[in-house]
């Protein structure tokens, strides 16, 4: 990924390598917290690298009342905690840092947030930490459709487009015996398979 100035991102649930790749090599990062919620998108789902291959972990919401972003209430009443944990520990129980990190994304994970925006604020604040980013990470006031004095990646961090330019570097994958490399999957497939390297690694 390009080197860019400061950069606007949405918010994201243990999001892509290349989401902190754009962080890493920002001035100063933007989280977007004024707009409405949209579906399919890396607000509420994560891919990680399973022994099948790409599996999609999806944060259910409730969606009655305000769609506004900060408002959007995660769905307890269906077992995700349990179905995400078993499935990251069955996709990166092997790996060799996967010990190191995950107790304390889990314990994120534990509290059991009641919006999904602070959920996932809390997990990238950790990450970021993790990685040893320092760069400046903010939240918007108000929402633009079109930001001045900015790059706005809210639309091309997306599961279903190609991200901004960003091309994947190889690195060691737990099943790439099986099934190759796999590219841009959660910051926790680097994390867990690189360890104190996955921040130079970006």
């Given at each position: 990924?390009?080197?860019?100035?400061?950069?606007?991102?949405?918010?994201?649930y243990?999001?892509?390598?290349s989401y902190f790749?754009a962080?890493?090599?920002?001035g100063?990062?933007m989280?977007e917290?004024?707009?409405?919620?949209?579906k399919?998108?890396?607000?509420n789902r994560?891919?990680?690298?399973?022994?099948?291959?790409v599996q999609?972990?999806?944060v259910?919401?409730?969606?009655?009342?305000?769609?506004?972003?900060?408002?959007?209430r995660?769905?307890?009443?269906k077992?995700?905690?349990?179905?995400?944990?078993?499935?990251?520990a069955?996709?990166?129980?092997?790996?060799?840092?996967?010990?190191?990190?995950?107790d304390d994304?889990?314990?994120?994970?534990?509290?059991?947030?009641?919006?999904?925006?602070?959920m996932n604020?809390a997990?990238?604040?950790?990450?970021?930490?993790?990685?040893?980013?320092?760069?400046?990470?903010?939240?918007?006031?108000?929402?633009e459709?079109?930001?001045?004095?900015?790059?706005d990646?809210?639309?091309?961090?997306?599961?279903?487009r190609?991200?901004?330019?960003?091309?994947?570097?190889e690195y060691?994958?737990t099943?790439?015996?099986?099934?190759?490399?796999?590219?841009?999957?959660?910051?926790?497939?680097?994390?867990?398979?690189?360890?104190p390297?996955?921040?130079?690694?970006?």
């Open positions: 990924m390009e080197a860019c100035s400061d950069i606007l991102l949405s918010t994201a243990l999001p892509p390598v790749a962080i890493a090599t920002s100063k990062a989280v917290a004024c707009e409405t919620f949209q399919q998108s890396y607000r994560c891919n990680i690298y399973s022994p099948d291959g999609t972990l999806l259910p919401v409730l969606h009655a009342g305000s769609r506004f972003i900060r408002d959007i995660i769905d307890y009443s077992n995700w905690l349990h179905t995400h944990r078993r499935a990251i069955t996709a990166y129980g092997p790996a060799p840092f996967f010990k190191y990190y995950w994304i889990d314990a994120i994970l534990d509290r059991r947030y009641e919006f999904l925006f602070d604020l997990l990238t604040e950790k990450l970021l930490s993790m990685l040893d980013i320092r760069t400046e990470v903010q939240l918007t006031a108000d929402y459709s079109a930001p001045t004095g900015l790059n990646l809210r639309s091309a961090v997306h599961p279903k190609d991200t901004c330019g960003w091309r994947a570097k060691y994958q099943f790439c015996s099986r099934h190759g490399f796999l590219p841009d999957m959660s910051i926790v497939d680097l994390l867990f398979c690189e360890g390297e996955a921040g130079s690694y970006l």
